[in-house]
């Protein structure tokens, strides 16, 4: 049974609590399978990688990327645990890491000065990623899950995922722009988390979807895109057009039009994993 993420939050929370009163400190450095993180344990990410030795380990063990991975693309890379975490799997890789999230660029920061080896591969853009690099609408970044309360204090916190939003950088980046302004030849692997706003970064990346074939992991929130009116199909269309095939990564099972609203919770998310069907 996949649970919605409030309910995640709420168990979270519960989690946090008992740490905090038996003693353990909120914040503290921790190495987890070789990378020294930052960890403030009242942050959702950080409390999953504390509790469980890692963070969305399986989109790394079950992404099936073929050859050598020379570029990766981390849209919505937060704290950077996802960026680090690529660059230490795929030993000859370049990371882009896109965040625009001033407050989790700091928390970045501090990441990468615990592990300079790493970070000499990884290459920050502070920039939203779209489908135009001029927008009519101002994005939302929501960048920090806090789990030691979940009421608003001053933050607005959205109604669902209780995600917060901080101040963000007004920058705005395509994909495709960025591989020609940087003389970047080849995608491999793209990763993107950003709350509702998939539709745009798929968008802007139609040339390296058509000349690349990339594999692609994105998080699959149908309220996050029915809330910015947009459905599924219109979503997935630049990867289908692609010849790419859909699976949940966690069932294996078809994530197709038919069966979308079978696995992805009503206020919750699965992770998918886009591979050509050549593959």
């Given at each position: 049974?996949?649970?919605?993420?409030?309910?995640?939050?709420?168990?979270?929370?519960?989690?946090?609590?008992?740490?905090?009163?038996?003693?353990?400190?909120?914040?503290?450095?921790k190495?987890?399978?070789?990378?020294?993180?930052?960890?403030?344990?009242?942050?959702?990410?950080?409390?999953?990688?504390?509790?469980?030795?890692?963070?969305?380990?399986h989109?790394?063990?079950?992404?099936?990327?073929?050859?050598?991975?020379?570029?990766?693309?981390?849209?919505g890379?937060?704290?950077?645990?996802?960026?680090?975490?690529?660059?230490q799997?795929?030993?000859?890789?370049?990371?882009?890491?896109?965040?625009?999230s001033?407050?989790?660029?700091?928390?970045?920061?501090?990441n990468?000065?615990?592990?300079?080896?790493?970070?000499?591969?990884?290459?920050?853009v502070?920039?939203f990623?779209?489908?135009?690099?001029?927008?009519?609408?101002?994005?939302?970044?929501?960048s920090?899950?806090?789990?030691?309360?979940?009421?608003?204090n001053?933050?607005?916190?959205?109604?669902?995922?209780?995600g917060?939003?901080?101040?963000?950088?007004?920058?705005?980046?395509?994909?495709?722009?960025?591989?020609?302004?940087?003389?970047?030849?080849?995608?491999?692997?793209?990763?993107?988390?950003?709350?509702?706003?998939?539709?745009?970064?798929?968008?802007?990346?139609?040339?390296?979807?058509?000349?690349?074939?990339?594999?692609?992991?994105?998080?699959?929130?149908?309220?996050?895109?029915?809330?910015?009116?947009?459905?599924y199909?219109?979503?997935?269309?630049?990867?289908?057009?692609?010849?790419?095939?859909?699976?949940?990564?966690?069932?294996?099972?078809h994530?197709?039009?038919?069966?979308?609203?079978?696995?992805?919770?009503?206020?919750g998310s699965?992770?998918?994993?886009a591979?050509?069907?050549?593959?």
């Amino acid at each position: 049974m996949k649970l919605s993420t409030k309910y995640k939050m709420y168990g979270a929370q519960v989690l946090y609590r008992a740490l905090r009163m038996l003693g353990v400190p909120r914040f503290q450095r921790k190495i987890i399978d070789g990378i020294t993180y930052a960890l403030d344990l009242s942050e959702g990410i950080d409390l999953s990688l504390y509790l469980t030795g890692g963070f969305q380990k399986h989109l790394l063990q079950r992404a099936g990327v073929s050859g050598t991975v020379r570029t990766v693309f981390d849209v919505g890379a937060n704290s950077g645990v996802m960026s680090l975490q690529f660059v230490q799997r795929y030993p000859e890789a370049t990371v882009y890491a896109f965040e625009p999230s001033e407050y989790a660029n700091r928390r970045f920061d501090e990441n990468l000065a615990l592990n300079p080896e790493l970070a000499e591969r990884i290459v920050r853009v502070k920039s939203f990623v779209a489908d135009r690099k001029v927008v009519p609408d101002s994005y939302t970044s929501y960048s920090s899950w806090r789990v030691d309360t979940l009421r608003r204090n001053g933050h607005p916190r959205h109604p669902v995922h209780y995600g917060v939003s901080h101040e963000s950088v007004d920058r705005y980046t395509t994909l495709d722009d960025f591989c020609s302004e940087h003389a970047i030849q080849s995608v491999d692997l793209i990763k993107i988390d950003t709350d509702g706003y998939e539709y745009e970064v798929l968008q802007g990346a139609a040339r390296i979807l058509r000349e690349n074939h990339p594999t692609v992991l994105f998080e699959l929130a149908l309220y996050m895109l029915e809330e910015r009116h947009i459905t599924y199909p219109a979503l997935v269309q630049p990867l289908l057009d692609n010849g790419y095939w859909l699976s949940d990564l966690q069932s294996w099972k078809h994530v197709s039009i038919a069966t979308v609203r079978e696995l992805v919770p009503r206020f919750g998310s699965i992770d998918v994993l886009a591979v050509p069907c050549d593959r």
